[in-house]
């Protein structure tokens, strides 16, 4: 989750870039950087490490300039080092950047045909050269900008300058949030409120897939088909703006858009996308285990489950899930080469917590899915997987479920690798498709409307039964969680194959069906479940994709997902499933954030 700060000003910048660069350490970093228009050249300069590195650059190699970027780097193309380090130059362009560029290595390779040459491993640096490209073609700045983002697939927040423009900053977005602050005569760009605060208080969100020209007179915004738009800046508080809300009415709703970058920044954690493999963070060797068993409580839990059905599927690790409240009250018989597995949010959930020290007590070997790297779970267990979802205030869980996924994801493909069930070139394919994820889940999260519309009818319903087959049997379930926590309407999640087993039973015109139904090898028969549902009259909401929705169209209200692989389908599909939660909630008035009678961190058991 590296953090981005431009600055056109009228004061020294290199202060003020890095007094907001410490403002943006607490979303993890490895290497810092700045770069500036010094007499009318852009100069650089970069550190491993922490900001003191830079600051110490900057003491013996000082700059003098008023316009200028910084960033903050989270490894995810090329190890952490000053030469990887933000930002990256190409001719007259200067970028730095959040997120992923998934076809960098096709850019790089075309690039490198016109003669260009790369001094990084990053993908980064793919931008630059491609900018550069564009402008040496003859185009503006800002043509040469948005040519250049066209090219572009993954999810990303960039921003630029350009030697010979030295009043111009040039910013996009495209899933990671970026804000643009308004001065008194001078401008501001930064990946959240927080980054601009020591500078100004009036704060414009870009929308996904807009792209900004800043100079010291204001700044021109533009949608992703090119048209100019208005952003209004709205008031935020500088000193909470960490907490700030955005554009969004509730930190649920904006914790659902954080997802893109969430998963992109706890992906970093795992995979190497230049040699295309996944690790676990520590080296974790999967082949020296027999089993694993996972533990958690409540949302985690559901992550568990999903990950149960991609070890066996992908790695043929068998992994049992248990609710960790369970767990140590009824002798589980462990094995020495099983592997426990705790996975919570907060790292301070009680049960799952005494689930740990019960595997422990009995003589396992102890691993950790937390968000919180500081947390009891995570000094006592033996291996840290974190996650890098940052702060997550709604109670009901959204981006820290996505994180985890994600990284159970990541450790399935490191142990396919390990165990030997696949080859190098099936782990490269299957770690592209997880690099697509961010991507694909800021598309899902554009189907607002639709859900919108179906969320009004939702909201009246007093029972509502969730349908999926293989992993989405346990995002149904996490779907049916969802809609208790925040709208607290009764609903339920099961196997779509158990709907003749005895929910059947509950159908009738009052009890709306949701199926997670991804035009898959199950389709069919999920399909089948439906036309059940239908012909006893249950009005039925399916969440499918585009090759999927002519199949359904005459039987379902449909919710429109991208097509994604089984591998991260379950990804794929979450946002759906939290937004119809939300927008239920919203519909009847109920305190999204903070539903009656619970928690966020549950320390009691």
Same mark, same amino acid.
């Given at each position: 989750?590296?953090?981005?700060?431009?600055?056109?000003?009228?004061?020294?910048?290199?202060?003020?870039?890095?007094?907001?660069?410490?403002?943006?350490?607490?979303?993890?970093?490895?290497?810092?950087?700045?770069?500036?228009?010094?007499?009318?050249?852009?100069?650089?300069?970069?550190?491993?490490?922490?900001?003191?590195?830079?600051?110490?650059?900057?003491?013996?190699?000082?700059?003098?300039?008023?316009?200028?970027?910084?960033?903050?780097?989270?490894?995810?193309?090329?190890?952490?080092?000053?030469?990887?380090?933000?930002?990256?130059?190409?001719?007259?362009?200067?970028?730095?950047?959040?997120?992923?560029?998934?076809?960098?290595?096709?850019?790089?390779?075309?690039?490198?045909?016109?003669?260009?040459?790369?001094?990084?491993?990053?993908?980064?640096?793919?931008?630059?050269?491609?900018?550069?490209?564009?402008?040496?073609?003859?185009?503006?700045?800002?043509?040469?900008?948005?040519?250049?983002?066209?090219?572009?697939?993954?999810?990303?927040?960039?921003?630029?300058?350009?030697?010979?423009?030295?009043?111009?900053?040039?910013?996009?977005?495209?899933?990671?949030?970026?804000?643009?602050?308004?001065?008194?005569?001078?401008?501001?760009?930064?990946?959240?409120?927080?980054?601009?605060?020591?500078?100004?208080?009036?704060?414009?969100?870009?929308?996904?897939?807009?792209?900004?020209?800043?100079?010291?007179?204001?700044?021109?915004?533009?949608?992703?088909?090119?048209?100019?738009?208005?952003?209004?800046?709205?008031?935020?508080?500088?000193?909470?703006?960490?907490?700030?809300?955005?554009?969004?009415?509730?930190?649920?709703?904006?914790?659902?858009?954080?997802?893109?970058?969430?998963?992109?920044?706890?992906?970093?954690?795992?995979?190497?996308?230049?040699?295309?493999?996944?690790?676990?963070?520590?080296?974790?060797?999967?082949?020296?285990?027999?089993?694993?068993?996972?533990?958690?409580?409540?949302?985690?839990?559901?992550?568990?489950?999903?990950?149960?059905?991609?070890?066996?599927?992908?790695?043929g690790l068998p992994t049992d899930v248990e609710v960790a409240s369970e767990f140590r009250y009824r002798s589980p018989a462990?094995?020495?080469?099983?592997?426990?597995?705790?996975?919570?949010?907060?790292?301070?959930?009680?049960?799952?917590?005494?689930?740990?020290?019960?595997?422990?007590?009995?003589?396992?070997?102890?691993?950790?899915?937390?968000?919180?790297?500081?947390?009891?779970?995570?000094?006592?267990?033996?291996?840290?997987?974190?996650?890098?979802?940052?702060?997550?205030?709604?109670?009901?869980?959204?981006?820290?479920?996505?994180?985890?996924?994600?990284?159970?994801?990541?450790?399935?493909?490191?142990?396919?690798?390990?165990?030997?069930?696949?080859?190098?070139?099936?782990?490269?394919?299957?770690?592209?498709?997880?690099?697509?994820?961010?991507?694909?889940?800021?598309?899902?999260?554009?189907?607002?409307?639709?859900?919108?519309?179906?969320?009004?009818?939702?909201?009246?319903?007093?029972?509502?039964?969730?349908?999926?087959?293989?992993?989405?049997? &346990? @995002? =149904?379930?996490?779907?049916? $969680?969802?809609? *208790?926590?925040? %709208?607290?309407?009764?609903?339920? +999640?099961?196997?779509? #194959?158990?709907?003749?087993?005895?929910?059947?039973?509950?159908?009738?015109?009052?009890?709306?069906?949701? &199926? @997670? =139904?991804?035009?898959?090898? $199950?389709?069919? *028969?999920?399909? %089948?479940?439906?036309?059940?549902? +239908?012909?006893?009259? #249950?009005?039925?909401?399916?969440?499918?994709?585009?090759?999927?929705?002519?199949?359904?169209?005459?039987? &379902?209200?449909?919710?429109?997902?991208?097509?994604?692989?089984?591998?991260?389908?379950?990804?794929?599909?979450?946002?759906?499933?939290?937004?119809?939660?939300?927008?239920?909630?919203?519909?009847?008035?109920?305190?999204?954030?903070?539903?009656?009678?619970?928690?966020?961190?549950?320390?009691?058991?």
């Open positions: 989750m590296c953090g981005i700060i431009g600055i056109v000003g009228q004061t020294p910048v290199a202060p003020r870039l890095i007094e907001s660069l410490k403002r943006l350490e607490y979303r993890g970093y490895d290497s810092a950087g700045i770069a500036a228009f010094e007499n009318g050249r852009v100069v650089r300069r970069r550190a491993e490490g922490k900001l003191r590195n830079l600051e110490a650059v900057l003491q013996s190699e000082p700059v003098q300039a008023t316009v200028g970027v910084g960033h903050t780097r989270w490894a995810t193309h090329g190890r952490p080092s000053e030469r990887n380090a933000h930002p990256h130059q190409a001719g007259r362009v200067t970028v730095v950047h959040n997120g992923i560029i998934e076809n960098f290595a096709e850019l790089k390779a075309e690039l490198a045909g016109q003669g260009r040459s790369f001094e990084s491993e990053t993908d980064t640096e793919v931008v630059a050269h491609l900018i550069d490209s564009e402008l040496k073609a003859g185009k503006p700045p800002v043509e040469a900008f948005k040519a250049a983002l066209d090219r572009l697939r993954g999810a990303y927040a960039l921003a630029v300058i350009i030697e010979g423009e030295t009043q111009l900053v040039l910013g996009a977005r495209h899933g990671p949030p970026l804000v643009v602050g308004w001065g008194q005569g001078e401008m501001f760009l930064g990946s959240d409120a927080l980054a601009v605060g020591p500078f100004t208080n009036r704060v414009s969100y870009l929308h996904d897939g807009d792209y900004v020209a800043l100079d010291a007179q204001g700044a021109r915004v533009f949608d992703g088909t090119g048209a100019e738009v208005s952003r209004p800046p709205k008031q935020v508080s500088s000193s909470a703006a960490v907490m700030e809300k955005g554009n969004y009415r509730h930190f649920m709703e904006k914790e659902i858009h954080d997802q893109p970058e969430a998963v992109q920044h706890t992906l970093a954690a795992y995979l190497d996308p230049v040699r295309m493999r996944a690790e676990a963070p520590d080296g974790f060797d999967f082949s020296t285990i027999d089993r694993i068993q996972i533990v958690a409580c409540g949302t985690a839990y559901y992550a568990g489950v999903i990950a149960k059905y991609l070890f066996e599927r992908y790695a462990l094995s020495p080469r099983t592997l426990a597995i705790a996975i919570s949010q907060s790292g301070e959930t009680a049960d799952t917590l005494a689930a740990l020290r019960h595997a422990r007590a009995e003589g396992q070997k102890i691993a950790v899915v937390v968000n919180v790297p500081t947390s009891s779970m995570a000094r006592e267990a033996d291996r840290l997987w974190p996650t890098h979802a940052g702060p997550e205030i709604g109670v009901a869980s959204t981006k820290a479920f996505t994180a985890q996924v994600s990284a159970l994801t990541a450790l399935v493909i490191a142990a396919a690798g390990k165990r030997k069930k696949v080859d190098g070139n099936e782990q490269a394919r299957m770690v592209r498709l997880l690099l697509e994820a961010p991507r694909l889940i800021a598309e899902a999260s554009e189907a607002e409307d639709e859900v919108r519309a179906i969320a009004y009818d939702l909201s009246k319903a007093r029972d509502v039964l969730y349908l999926g087959r293989g992993a989405m049997s &346990a @995002l =149904a379930m996490e779907g049916a $969680l969802k809609l *208790k926590e925040i %709208s607290y309407i009764h609903a339920e +999640g099961y196997a779509a #194959g158990e709907l003749k087993h005895g929910p059947i039973a509950l159908i009738d015109e009052q009890t709306p069906v949701i &199926a @997670l =139904a991804p035009y898959d090898e $199950l389709f069919e *028969k999920t399909q %089948s479940n439906l036309q059940e549902v +239908g012909a006893r009259g #249950g009005p039925v909401i399916a969440v499918t994709d585009r090759r999927g929705a002519p199949h359904l169209s005459s039987t &379902a209200r449909l919710i429109i997902a991208p097509e994604a692989d089984p591998l991260i389908a379950p990804l794929v599909f979450a946002p759906a499933i939290q937004l119809l939660a939300y927008y239920t909630a919203v519909h009847k008035g109920t305190d999204v954030d903070q539903p009656r009678n619970l928690a966020k961190s549950v320390t009691v058991e």
